[in-house]
Structure formats: C-alpha cells, structure tokens
C-alpha cells in the first residue's frame, strides 16, 4: 500500500490514517512553528495559483494542495527539501537556539 504524507503523517503520531489535523495540530506534535507552517501554508496556495500544470487533478482548491504541502514538509517529503528548504533550515535553527535555551 503506498501511503499519501497525511496517512504517514498519522502513522507516525499513532492517529488513525485519515484523520485530519489542523495546523495548530501538526505544530504541537512536530514542534514545527505556527509561522514556519504558515509560510508553507501560503507557499502551497501561491504554487497551486501560479503554476496549475503542476497540481494533480484529483486537487480541487489552493487550500487542499497546501494542506498536503504541510503534511510533506512535516514528514520529511520533497518538499522539504526543494521549494521550502530554506524553512526547513529555519526550523532547524529555531530548535537549536530552544534546546540551547534549556541547557
């Protein structure tokens, strides 16, 4: 079975597979930023406006495709690596600066 980054997203924190999650959700769980998420969020909005080649068919709104772009940039998918690099890195570094913060 090949599973969608939602259903590995829920594998991963013990949910049923297509439960949905909110942005508050995947934040609390991942230790992801709310603003981090958001920028992925708008990104995945402007990607599904601006370049409908790119968008599946089975996609029918700009909120759909950039749900689906959280749950690839929670889980570690393309994502991540390619158009939103530069927050993943951000992320990383916010979570650096916290842990240095406890120490």
Same mark, same amino acid.
């Given at each position: 079975?090949?599973?969608?980054?939602?259903?590995?997203?829920?594998?991963?924190?013990?949910?049923?597979?297509?439960?949905?999650? #909110?942005?508050?959700?995947? #934040?609390?769980?991942?230790?992801?930023?709310?603003?981090? @998420?958001?920028?992925?969020?708008?990104?995945?909005?402007? $990607?599904?406006?601006?370049?409908?080649? #790119?968008?599946?068919?089975?996609?029918? $709104?700009?909120?759909?495709?950039?749900?689906?772009?959280?749950?690839?940039?929670?889980?570690?998918?393309?994502?991540?690596?390619?158009?939103? $690099?530069? @927050?993943?890195?951000?992320? @990383?570094?916010?979570?650096?600066?916290?842990?240095?913060?406890?120490?």
């Amino acid at each position: 079975m090949v599973y969608t980054n939602k259903q590995k997203f829920n594998r991963k924190y013990n949910q049923k597979l297509n439960e949905p999650n #909110s942005k508050k959700d995947i #934040s609390k769980l991942t230790g992801i930023s709310m603003k981090i @998420l958001d920028d992925v969020y708008y990104r995945g909005i402007g $990607a599904f406006k601006t370049n409908p080649t #790119s968008v599946r068919k089975n996609v029918t $709104a700009p909120e759909q495709w950039a749900m689906a772009r959280i749950y690839s940039f929670a889980v570690g998918g393309k994502t991540q690596k390619t158009a939103d $690099a530069d @927050l993943w890195e951000k992320h @990383l570094k916010n979570m650096k600066r916290k842990s240095k913060k406890y120490l």
